[in-house]
């Protein structure tokens, strides 16, 4: 890690391609402690899944990567540099983009305006312009339509683009989320259940999805699904009561009798254990 920049405010452009390293991250609350020194690296074009039973602590890690809670210790590091006092209104320009557990759509707009709103950081005038109809340029807001719908396109969703995001399916709302989040084309995606309300066939839909989106961008899935974590991600890192207790391959990870003891409540003996993923 840069030791050199340790006081640095996020960068305002977006690196060609970087880890995104949690170090050491520790946060309580009064006398509960949430995560205990929790180390992460996600690499370009890596999906890295971070899994663990309920209450391990995956929400908080989630919301410290956002900047949504800064850490009592440990540092997030992006392309590098330390980025000492991160927020969440520090994403977009840093090349960083995010979906939550709810999908935050905007009712009273078109799908494809509510993508629209992913790309507003890189385009303010043209945006805000196109949502209200206030004097713009037809150019900057032809250029943001077409980027949208070419995002809406990637994922299958092109014939959602006039519709409001209260007559559609929730599966449907959440892939307008994803679009959204990925139309500025970040380098880092942070998923945090991208795989809640969905089916079986939904969710085997959502994993070629991510794994696609890799050609472009790094990915950071906190999920709770362990077929799709099995299945999508490169390295998984496992939580239980806020410390990491396991990291590697799916095939490390599943076999692990740590993981299998958080997941079934119990000590396993290393002859008697059943595969996480397969229960």
Wanted: include cysteine; charge should be negative; glycine fraction near 8%.
């Amino acid at each position: 890690m840069s030791e050199t920049s340790a006081s640095a405010e996020p960068v305002a452009t977006a690196p060609a391609s970087a880890d995104f390293v949690a170090s050491d991250v520790s946060v309580s609350f009064g006398g509960l402690v949430a995560l205990n020194s929790v180390s992460l690296r996600v690499t370009p074009g890596q999906v890295h899944g971070v899994i663990g039973p309920n209450g391990a602590g995956k929400t908080t890690l989630f919301n410290v990567c956002c900047g949504f809670i800064n850490p009592d210790r440990g540092a997030i590091e992006w392309a590098g540099r330390r980025q000492a006092r991160l927020r969440t209104h520090h994403l977009a320009g840093l090349g960083i983009a995010r979906t939550l557990q709810g999908v935050g759509l905007f009712n009273g707009m078109t799908v494809l305006e509510n993508v629209m709103t992913g790309l507003a950081e890189q385009s303010r005038a043209g945006f805000w312009s196109a949502a209200f109809g206030l004097p713009r340029s037809d150019r900057d807001e032809r250029a943001l339509r077409e980027r949208a719908w070419t995002t809406l396109e990637r994922l299958g969703a092109t014939a959602l683009a006039d519709r409001y995001p209260p007559t559609l399916p929730y599966p449907d709302q959440k892939r307008v989320a994803l679009a959204r989040a990925i139309v500025a084309e970040p380098k880092l995606l942070l998923l945090d259940e991208p795989a809640a309300g969905l089916s079986e066939e939904e969710m085997n839909e959502l994993g070629d999805t991510v794994r696609s989106l890799t050609e472009d961008m790094s990915i950071m899935l906190v999920e709770h699904h362990m077929d799709l974590v099995m299945r999508v991600c490169d390295v998984i890192t496992v939580l239980d009561f806020g410390q990491v207790i396991a990291s590697g391959t799916p095939d490390e990870v599943r076999d692990d009798p740590a993981v299998i003891a958080a997941y079934l409540g119990a000590e396993v003996d290393s002859h008697d254990q059943t595969p996480i993923g397969k229960v």
